[in-house]
């Protein structure tokens, strides 16, 4: 029997006192794809940071491995939504996908070997092995958001927590966080997506509608329907 | 002061903390009045300033929900006002106020010189403990806390250093020109550099420049030794910058013949 990796007993999340999204209720198991999909402002990024640990809930239980979010960085990795200051950072694609490992190596750990295999397998993984030397700000859009994906990666977490990872991606770079996932997943790691884009859903074990609540959540063939997909863009997307 | 400067200076380029660092530089200015008046060390009145500055900012911040950079502006001309206010009530001290603004090289003490040693060191000791989770703070605030770091503590640490730095540099610059030697070799290091590491040796060594041709310029055309020095960090930045587009425009142009010569040369697809 699989255990649970994360689960919300009618979580609420917010800022503060203010409530964003509530009545979240998860229970996902390992290999299991959640993808959160609504507008801007629908509570996709609140609730991942909730998941994260980096904004405490409003009120409802969540743990995720265990343990309250947050509390195990070695084993969860988020990756935010448009880390935008990497526009002016001198730091080399390398470097930026090395920070991947800073949640196993604390202040002081020398990067080893070992580590320094896993961020070469990362970029390799994430199709940005060649730009492994050049600095981050001379990429472009899609190819800082694959060196994050890198950093992501790199972590070896059992968790991922993505905030629209395919962002400023066309659509190879599509297909590649989709073989990412998939890969990930049968290795046994959770993945939470959020998504303005219905088709990133189409692998996804259940699909969450948002729209500062929970509009529908189900398999992609029932949280999917036009009814649901009405209320959260007040109109019906092509499939 | 232009080694102290360099290694601040680049986090203070990387994360954009510009505001409130020549906020804390003018902000230290009532302390320090205040010292003189009280015939104690201007450092200590600067350090006073600093704490209670940020401890103002903060304030502001959470508890009142205004955006940081109002709070930021409300402390400095706060505080500056305050300074001035100080200075005015004694007329020994109207003098001194040029000395604080723009700093008295010519006096600068052994002891001074010193203390700016100590504060080096101990900033690069804990510029090497902190370096982790300031790269990450520099890309991403949320990368911090999700690293096993604590933003908050972090974000302090690096804030304390730009406020040790101003306030161990002001008596050689002075409050208002402090920030041009934080900024401007920082943002000539920015212009070459592929890696922190060598972002702040490029800074240390546009830095150390500006001093010597910056004093250079003031004995020999007897011109003010801070102003000359910091308008000396700028026009080392200005100059880079040219060099720095003059070879972004050849790269682009090789870029473009290559791609002439050879159309398809490459096969892989840039997203």
Redesign the interface.
């Known amino acids: 029997m699989p255990t649970t990796t994360i689960s919300a007993d009618h979580l609420c999340v917010g800022y503060g006192k203010r409530p964003v999204v509530e009545g979240v209720t998860l229970d996902m198991r390992p290999g299991e794809l959640l993808v959160l999909i609504g507008t801007n402002g629908s509570g996709k990024s609140t609730l991942l ?1 909730t998941l ?3 904004i405490n809930p409003v009120h409802g239980g969540l743990h995720l491995l265990g343990k309250h979010a ?1 509390q195990l ?2 084993r ?3 990756l ?1 939504q448009h ?1 935008v ?2 526009h ?5 694609v390398r ?2 996908v090395t ?1 991947g490992r ?2 196993h ?4 750990k020398p990067v080893t070997k070992d580590d320094q295999t896993i961020v070469e397998e990362s970029m390799r993984r994430a199709g940005i092995e ?1 730009q492994a030397n050049k ?1 981050i700000r001379d990429l ?1 859009g ?2 800082q958001q ?1 060196t994050h994906l890198a950093q992501v990666l790199a972590r070896q977490a059992e968790v991922l927590l993505l905030d629209e990872p395919t962002a400023g ?2 659509i ?2 599509r297909n590649l966080v989709a073989s990412l996932i998939a890969a990930e997943r049968a290795r046994g790691v959770t993945v939470v997506m959020a998504t303005h884009e219905l088709l990133d859903a189409e692998h996804a074990t259940s699909v969450m509608l948002l729209a500062q609540r929970v509009v529908a959540v189900g398999p992609p063939d029932v949280a999917l329907r036009d009814e649901f997909l009405r209320q959260c863009f007040g109109f019906t997307q092509p499939h | 002061m232009a080694l102290t400067c360099a290694v601040t200076g680049t986090f203070v380029v990387l994360r954009g903390l510009s505001f409130i660092g020549d906020a804390l530089a003018h902000g230290v200015l009532p302390g320090i009045a205040a010292a003189m008046l009280l015939g104690v060390s201007g450092m200590l009145g600067a350090a006073v300033s600093a704490a209670v500055m940020m401890s103002g900012v903060g304030i502001i911040n959470r508890r009142l929900r205004l955006s940081g950079d109002t709070a930021i502006g409300l402390l400095f001309v706060g505080m500056l006002s305050l300074g001035v206010l100080i200075s005015s009530r004694s007329l020994s001290l109207v003098g001194d106020l040029e000395e604080i603004l723009f700093g008295d090289l010519a006096h600068v003490e052994w002891s001074t010189i010193s203390i700016q040693f100590i504060a080096l060191l101990g900033l690069a000791i804990v510029f090497a403990i902190c370096r982790r989770p300031f790269l990450l703070l520099s890309v991403d605030e949320g990368l911090v806390s999700t690293s096993g770091f604590s933003a908050k503590i972090f974000h302090n640490v690096m804030m304390a250093m730009v406020a040790t730095t101003v306030i161990v540099s002001f008596t050689t610059v002075g409050t208002l020109l402090v920030m041009g030697m934080l900024i401007a070799p920082a943002a000539t290091g920015a212009l070459f550099a592929h890696r922190t590491s060598s972002m702040i040796l490029i800074a240390a060594l546009a830095g150390l420049a500006s001093v010597y041709f910056g004093l250079l310029a003031s004995y020999h055309y007897d011109l003010a030794a801070g102003a000359s020095i910091v308008l000396t960090a700028v026009i080392l930045f200005a100059l880079a910058a040219i060099v720095s587009e003059v070879q972004k425009f050849r790269i682009r142009r090789n870029d473009v013949d290559h791609e002439q010569e050879h159309p398809h040369a490459h096969g892989h697809v840039h997203i």
């Open positions: 940071k994260a640990g980096l947050g960085p070695k969860v990795a988020y935010p880390p200051s990497s002016t950072l001198p730091l080399q470097d930026v920070m800073f949640a190596l604390g202040l002081f060649e600095p472009s899609g190819q694959r991606l066309d190879n770079g």
